[in-house]
């Protein structure tokens, strides 16, 4: 499909949609995609769990995902 196409058929599309969530979302996204030189910032907390975990990481503190589907399988039967 051409772009052209493609803006007509979201145009017509948006203009049915009615619930504010979705139009919100809607708008997240295509401002989102169009924000190319805007740099995502992380939140300080997530700056900091990101940090553990790292550190975790190097200290060898990890598990395969075979693992952990096990304990999440064993923990979801209890």
Request: hydrophobic share 35%; proline share 1%; glycine share 2%.
């Amino acid at each position: 499909m051409a772009v052209s196409e493609l803006k007509n058929h979201i145009k017509n599309r948006l203009d049915t949609v009615t619930d504010e969530n979705i139009l919100e979302e809607i708008l997240n996204l295509i401002n989102f995609g169009s924000d190319k030189e805007e740099m995502f910032i992380i939140p300080s907390e997530h700056v900091l769990e990101l940090e553990k975990s790292l550190e975790q990481m190097r200290n060898g503190d990890t598990m395969s995902n075979e693992e952990v589907d096990a304990k999440v399988k064993k923990w979801l039967s209890e």
